[in-house]
């Protein structure tokens, strides 16, 4: 080849650095595009709240917003179940920098890049979770996950941020905190040994104050509705020991409240088959432990009296 057509080709041959661009252009351009298309759907859910016609249209809209963030929800399931990692992924950094209760692994989770010496140690804190909350079956954390997304679709306000970017932020927060409330109730855990009540000791104070709604903390104790403690494990029988304080709140709203799966779903922010999901199963599990079949849990509606699965 003449020094003539090396040159022309070299001419003619795309530059690395102007096509890198480009493609970092396209991905910002394509990514922008999807975020504004979320921000739509976010709005159809939430144009139920303000008429109640478009509850149909919003269901759509989440069923759809849950399709395009499953990566997400599967993202974390694989981190509970697995307790394997990701260090060049930061929001699961952000993530396992909640569990943690020590400075030097805070403040190594902070770093860009974690040495194998730092790792042992966050992987050995962070195992916890996965013995815990990570033994849960697999599609009971994906409901959970799922849940927690729409709860922050419904709190999201469109305030100079998307929805995305909002998510983000919240949504390992949002999670972080449902693992420990979780933990924190010592019926969730089949085990109880050294390595539970180092945790429990140094993560004291994250565990003070569940994220519970003030109005969900305040029940009429004269109409014979347990309180939070009760919700909490605290004070409940063995019958519902096994329950998160999720379901127990579903139970009480459903079988003691009188609300229909539709209204529970409204006033919690979630979608409507989940809380129906949630509820049959969490009442499943008083039947079976009550050795009664699944069919005789039910309400006994305007009569005045409790269903049979109380005691509480």
Not at 88 to 116: C, I, P
Not at 156 to 173: T, V
Not at 216 to 229: H, T, Y
Request: aromatic content about 10%; glycine content about 4%; hydrophobic content about 35%.
């Amino acid at each position: 080849m003449s020094k003539s057509e090396q040159s022309a080709v070299g001419q003619s041959a795309p530059q690395p650095k102007a096509d890198t661009t480009d493609k970092k252009s396209e991905r910002a351009a394509k990514r922008k595009d999807e975020w504004r298309e979320v921000e739509v759907l976010i709005m159809r859910y939430q144009a139920q709240f303000t008429d109640p016609g478009k509850k149909t249209d919003a269901n759509e809209a989440m069923e759809e917003l849950l399709q395009r963030f499953f990566p997400l929800f599967k993202k974390y399931l694989v981190l509970l179940k697995s307790g394997q990692i990701n260090f060049n992924d930061t929001e699961m950094k952000h993530f396992v920098h909640t569990f943690m209760a020590e400075g030097n692994l805070k403040a190594a989770l902070k770093r860009k890049k974690q040495s194998a010496a730092a790792r042992a140690p966050i992987y050995q804190r962070f195992n916890f979770v996965k013995e815990t909350y990570g033994a849960l079956d697999e599609d009971e954390i994906m409901m959970d996950l799922q849940t927690l997304f729409v709860v922050l679709a419904k709190r999201y306000k469109q305030m100079g941020k998307s929805f995305c970017g909002y998510l983000y932020n919240a949504y390992y927060h949002e999670v972080s905190r449902h693992i420990k409330s979780f933990i924190k109730n010592p019926a969730n855990i089949h085990y109880r040994n050294s390595e539970y009540e180092e945790y429990m000791q140094k993560s004291v104070d994250e565990f003070q104050k569940e994220d519970i709604p003030f109005d969900e903390r305040l029940f009429e104790d004269e109409g014979g509705i347990p309180d939070s403690s009760w919700i909490n494990g605290e004070t409940c029988s063995e019958v519902f020991e096994g329950l998160t304080p999720l379901e127990r709140r579903l139970l009480v709203k459903y079988y003691l409240e009188d609300y229909n799966d539709r209204q529970v779903a409204e006033k919690f922010g979630m979608h409507i088959n989940t809380v129906n999901q949630k509820r049959r199963l969490a009442a499943e599990g008083v039947a079976n432990a009550l050795g009664r079949d699944k069919t005789e849990i039910k309400r006994n509606r305007k009569s005045g009296k409790r269903p049979m699965m109380m005691p509480l």
